[in-house]
């Protein structure tokens, strides 16, 4: 029997910044109330803020 090492393995939940990201871009976008395209723009937005945050705030808690 092969002895194995069990690493556990840490669960990365990054992806959640995305979907709140998302979520509330498109629903910014939609509140505006200025049409389906801005409702697009809003996501990708949100998208992109939430990947800045994650990768500045986020990520550079890990490093302190």
């Known amino acids: 029997m092969k002895h ?3 690493q556990e ?3 990365s ?3 959640l910044y ?3 990201g998302l979520v509330t871009g498109i629903f910014t976008g939609a509140i505006l109330n200025v049409g389906l395209e801005w409702a697009l ?3 990708v937005l949100g998208l992109l ?3 800045l945050f994650l990768k500045v705030l986020v990520k ?5």
């Open 49 to 51: 803020s939430a990947g």
């Open 18 to 20: 995305y979907v709140f």
């Open 9 to 11: 393995e840490e669960k």
């Open 60 to 64: 550079g808690r890990e490093e302190i």
């Open 41 to 43: 723009v809003g996501g």
């Open 13 to 15: 939940y990054d992806f």
């Open 4 to 6: 194995q090492h069990e």
